[in-house]
Structure formats: C-alpha cells, structure tokens
C-alpha cells in the first residue's frame, strides 16, 4: 500500500537522482582535470556550472524534505536493481528500481542542467573568430 503522497514521492526521488548526477558531474570532472585533453578548461567550466546548479537545486529540495520530515535510504543492491526506502510522518515505502532506469534518469538530468548552463551562453553576441584573432 503506498504510503507517500505524489509530492512527497516527487520531491525525494528528484533529491534521490539530483544526488546521483552530482557524484556523476564530479567524476567526469576530475576524468576531465587527469585526462589527456588538449583543451580542457570549456569542459571543466561547464561541468562546474552544472555542479553548481545542481547543488542549488539539490539544498532547495533538502530543505523542503527536512521540513515535511521526508528521508529516503538505499535500502540494497544486485546487479539489476537497487532499492531504496521513503521515510515520511511514520509510514516507510520501499521502491525498486531497475539500474538501467536509474542510469536513464541520471543521464536525464545531466542534459536538463547542461542546457540551464549553457543557456546564458546562448544569449551573447557570437564572436567573429577572425576579428578575435586580429584584434
């Protein structure tokens, strides 16, 4: 029987996921900073900017789960699924889900907070590459 309200439900997987892309961003950046690229300081600026928000996003939601006493738990693990537990006002649901549906989510989000940080990017006057070279 499902315990969670939606909002409640919604609030902690996206902390849940939110979390997951954060370990996600900090490992691609120190791949980035140890790796054997010509130019690495665009990628590393970008996966900066994408921590960031995230991090944002992710003290906003641990507020609001702190507020409504929600908690969730990795509650185990195989090789195809992980389950974790939603704790809220004394009732506990536990949800399995599928590792190749996590990895989507994850990927999901990673996209979602690249775009926001491109975005301002997006919004400047493209340089003349030739202008910038004589100039």
């Given at each position: 029987?499902?315990?969670?309200?939606?909002?409640?439900?919604?609030?902690?997987?996206?902390?849940?996921?939110?979390?997951?892309?954060?370990?996600?961003?900090?490992?691609?950046?120190?791949?980035?900073?140890?790796?054997?690229?010509?130019?690495?300081?665009?990628?590393?600026?970008?996966?900066?900017?994408?921590?960031?928000?995230?991090?944002?996003?992710?003290?906003?939601?641990?507020?609001?789960?702190?507020r409504?006493?929600?908690?969730?738990?990795?509650?185990?693990?195989?090789?195809?699924?992980?389950?974790?537990?939603?704790?809220?006002?004394?009732?506990?649901?536990?949800?399995?889900?599928?590792?190749?549906?996590?990895?989507?989510?994850?990927?999901?989000i990673?996209?979602?907070?690249m775009?926001?940080?491109?975005?301002?990017?997006?919004?400047?006057?493209?340089?003349s590459?030739?202008?910038?070279?004589?100039?």
């Open positions: 029987m499902r315990q969670l309200r939606q909002r409640e439900l919604e609030i902690a997987s996206r902390y849940l996921f939110l979390s997951m892309a954060i370990t996600v961003i900090m490992q691609d950046h120190k791949h980035f900073k140890e790796g054997d690229f010509k130019i690495k300081e665009p990628y590393l600026d970008l996966l900066g900017k994408m921590e960031l928000t995230a991090r944002e996003e992710r003290k906003i939601l641990r507020t609001q789960m702190n409504q006493k929600l908690q969730v738990i990795e509650s185990g693990r195989n090789d195809s699924f992980t389950s974790f537990l939603f704790l809220a006002h004394g009732y506990e649901e536990k949800r399995n889900y599928f590792n190749p549906a996590i990895r989507k989510k994850v990927e999901g990673l996209i979602e907070l775009r926001k940080s491109l975005q301002p990017h997006q919004l400047e006057e493209p340089k590459v030739s202008s910038e070279l004589q100039g």
